[in-house]
């Protein structure tokens, strides 16, 4: 899966989290996309089974969808905390950074770091 589609259904995830209710617009206010541009990415999304998407309606991660989700949260959270408390850099930063690592590392290096944060 790309960077930009883990992107979609880690905002999807987490506005689902937030208010159970995720919408188009609201995955492009969070993402500051288009609408058009949510649509493409959301029709990706339900070919490859991460979700389920009504016509003008609620967007639903699938079983498939939830577990990918979790993995991406998780390296999220963990990567963004060692960012913040061990390496010591500024929330914000650890924020921007930690998303950017969670589609690059390898499953050796996040477990190495999972286990230094745990």
């Known amino acids: 899966m790309t960077q930009s589609l883990e992107d979609y259904l880690e905002v999807i995830?987490?506005?689902?989290?937030?208010?159970?209710?995720?919408?188009?617009?609201?995955?492009?206010?969070?993402?500051?996309?288009?609408?058009?541009?949510?649509?493409?990415a959301l029709?990706?999304?339900e070919e490859r089974g991460m979700i389920?998407?009504?016509?003008?309606?609620?967007i639903t991660l699938t079983e498939q969808g939830k577990?990918?989700?979790?993995?991406?949260k998780e390296k999220h959270d963990i990567l963004t905390?060692?960012?913040?408390k061990i390496v010591g850099v500024d929330k914000e930063v650890?924020?921007?950074?930690?998303?950017?690592?969670?589609?690059?590392?390898?499953?050796?290096?996040f477990e190495k770091i999972k286990k230094m944060v745990k």
């Open 13 to 40: 995830g987490n506005l689902a989290e937030e208010n159970n209710n995720p919408r188009v617009k609201d995955i492009a206010e969070r993402l500051s996309l288009t609408k058009p541009s949510v649509h493409v």
């Open 43 to 45: 029709h990706t999304l």
């Open 81 to 84: 905390l060692f960012l913040e």
């Open 94 to 109: 650890a924020e921007k950074d930690g998303c950017a690592m969670e589609h690059i590392i390898s499953d050796e290096t």
């Open 52 to 58: 389920q998407h009504e016509h003008y309606g609620a």
């Open 67 to 72: 577990k990918v989700y979790k993995q991406i």
